[in-house]
């Protein structure tokens, strides 16, 4: 099992300090009950194809409401539950519920992909390819209806390349996606190697377009990589139509963020859907 690195090592020395904290005891109390009780939530966030305007699909993002602190973000309580049993019950959860919804919508006619974040040891789990090939048996759905999102720092290592999980999955026809690149150390023919259909380019980079030249050939030596390999990128954090632009110059492919949407519950991300597809419809 891979421990989430933090990006500095003050970080990572003030993770271990706190390991056994009150405080994180206390929230990872909670997060038990929360399981249970029904306080955590999906949200979804639309991807934009950057040329036709297209969705291509959308991303499952947990949300928890805690009773008392309001809003915990994924961030806080993600690299926690990844260090107890509960992520594997979390994870459970949200591919239960994506499941659940994207059968609502493909079967209304709404046929875009939903993307589902898994963290290391789920990925590695042995059972995951069966709790999808079952889910998606069961509510009819293609292998293709759902993707998984897994970070650069996990799937670059050797046991994920080897993993007999990995190997199911593909075989299964469910794609993976590459999340955050550029925040890594990925060699390129690492890269070449992983069974992976698409590069989402980490928005800490996006979000820097337009602003120096460095980030700009950064990111444009990205899109051009992740074509050379016959892989799709997606850019995410997309907040302003100014790096939407340079990134449909760039030739990225996809993007994702604020710009477009926000992440929504089900309901408003339906009638987003509903709008944007009839749209398309109409012109097409
Ligand atoms: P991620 O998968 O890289 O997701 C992208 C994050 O960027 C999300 O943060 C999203 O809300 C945020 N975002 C979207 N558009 C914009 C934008 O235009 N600007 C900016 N600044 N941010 C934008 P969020 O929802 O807080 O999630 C953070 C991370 O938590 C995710 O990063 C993912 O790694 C993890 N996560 C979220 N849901 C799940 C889950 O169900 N399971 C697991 N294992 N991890 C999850
Ligand atoms: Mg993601
Ligand atoms: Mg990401
Ligand atoms: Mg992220």
Redesign the pocket.
């Known amino acids: 099992y891979f421990a989430k690195e933090g990006r500095s090592g003050v970080e990572v020395y003030l993770a271990e300090k706190d390991r056994n904290s009150p405080e994180r005891l206390n929230l990872l109390g909670d997060l038990r009950r929360a399981v249970g009780d029904g306080e955590l939530q999906l949200h979804y966030?639309p991807k934009v194809n950057l040329s036709s305007g297209r969705v291509e699909g959308v991303?499952?993002?947990?949300r928890w409401w805690h009773r008392e602190r309001g809003p915990v973000?994924?961030?806080d309580f993600?690299p926690l539950a990844e260090q107890s049993y509960l992520m594997r019950q979390?994870?459970q959860y949200?591919i239960d519920a994506a499941l659940e919804q994207v059968a609502a919508w493909w079967h209304s006619g709404l046929r875009v992909p939903v993307a589902?974040?898994?963290?290391a040891r789920d990925l590695l789990d042995p059972t995951l390819p069966e709790l999808l090939e079952a889910g998606l048996a069961r509510l009819d759905l293609p292998p293709v209806a759902i993707r998984l999102?897994v970070?650069e720092r996990i799937l670059m290592t050797d046991q994920a390349y080897t993993a007999d999980s990995v190997h199911a999955l593909v075989e299964l026809g469910v794609p993976l996606a590459l999340?955050?690149f550029g925040t890594g150390y990925s060699s390129l023919v690492r890269l070449q190697r992983l069974p992976v259909c698409e590069v989402?380019i980490d928005?800490s980079f996006v979000?820097r377009l337009g602003k120096t030249a460095d980030d700009e050939r950064i990111v444009r030596s990205i899109v051009d990589l992740v074509r050379s390999l016959g892989l799709r990128s997606v850019a995410?954090?997309?907040?302003s139509d100014e790096v939407a632009g340079y990134l449909r110059e760039m030739g990225c492919d996809a993007g994702?963020?604020?710009?477009f949407a926000?992440?929504m519950p089900a309901g408003e991300m339906t009638t987003w859907l509903r709008a944007r597809v009839d749209g398309h419809e109409t012109t097409a």
Not at 116 to 119: G, M, R, T, Y
Not at 236 to 239: F, L, Q
Not at 256 to 259: D, E, K, S, V
Request: net charge negative; aromatic share 6%; charged share 25%.
């Open positions: 966030q991303e499952a993002l947990l973000p994924p961030d993600i979390i994870t949200v589902v974040n898994v963290s999102e970070t999340d955050d989402k928005g979000q995410e954090g997309v907040e994702q963020g604020w710009w926000e992440p």
